[in-house]
């Protein structure tokens, strides 16, 4: 009975099942939107951390806007990767950021996370200049099952006279 | 034939099943979840442009969070009140926005506006401040189809010098 011809149809078509899951989970990050977003947010921030030009641009999707402080908006992918190049060009940049929230919508192809970031550079003058505030980033589904910037917005914690 | 109860019937169904459909756009603004998030943004906008404070908070939903440049974030309610007071108690205080786009998820109980804002107060020295820069706000529908402000977050885009 057990090696039944049956018996191993079943297998074979629960195994393919099982397979096509682990796949769909794979590409997504999570089959769970928001634990996605939250891997997604993480490794955008582990390519920013490490100034990896291609990599940071690689998480924005194609029609993506950096909303970036005391400048206008980087819209699309071209003035992304020339604000990302700008950016990690500074004397002793460093950015971190981390995800203290994510959440999706039900259909499970839009959501945001929220979270703190941490910058800091070197001056003209060689001073070491500090900064930390908060962001919004607005995520959305691609076809391929990945999880893409649509919007990311910041500002600064501190007083301008700071 | 034309006044048959049958024809009556189905015209009292088919008249209720409309003033459902009203009823229901009535409370969201729009059924398209975009279009009822325009709105709603105007109608903060609107509030905000009038000093309204009850008005402004009303449109904030119970875990709402405004993320204030150069300023720790507004957590809840009761901060985002003391926070509207405090700005719209600015001397020649004016403050104007405008949502540029608007989106939602297909399960129409998340999305999000992108708009510009305008700013201008007078200083200690009777100085005119200007400022303009953009804006993301999430909004989530709720239990009774209204859409309120879950992440509100903004910047300016004029450098620190100005």
């Given amino acids: 009975m057990h090696g039944s011809p049956r018996r191993l149809v079943r ?9 096509a899951s682990l796949t769909a989970v794979a590409k997504s990050g999570s089959s769970n939107p928001a634990v996605a977003i939250h891997s997604a947010d993480d490794q955008w921030a582990a390519a920013a951390l490490a100034k990896d030009v291609d990599k940071s641009v690689s998480f924005c ?9 005391n ?15 700008e950016i990690f060009n500074i004397p002793g940049f460093k950015l971190s950021w981390r995800a203290t929230e994510t ?11 929220r979270g703190t970031y941490e910058l800091s550079f070197t ?4 001073k070491q200049v500090s900064d930390h505030g908060k962001y919004v980033t607005v995520w959305k589904k691609q076809a391929d099952g990945s999880w893409k910037v649509l919007r990311d ?5 501190l007083s301008p006279a700071h």
């Fill in 11 to 19: 297998l074979a078509v629960l195994l393919l099942f099982v397979l």
């Fill in 61 to 69: 999707g194609p029609d993506a806007a950096i909303l970036v402080p």
């Fill in 71 to 85: 400048a206008p908006a980087a819209e699309g992918k071209e003035a992304i990767r020339k604000w990302f190049q």
């Fill in 103 to 113: 959440a999706a919508a039900k259909s499970g192809e839009l959501g945001y996370s």
């Fill in 123 to 126: 001056d003209a003058s060689g």
């Fill in 153 to 157: 917005i910041f500002n600064s914690d």
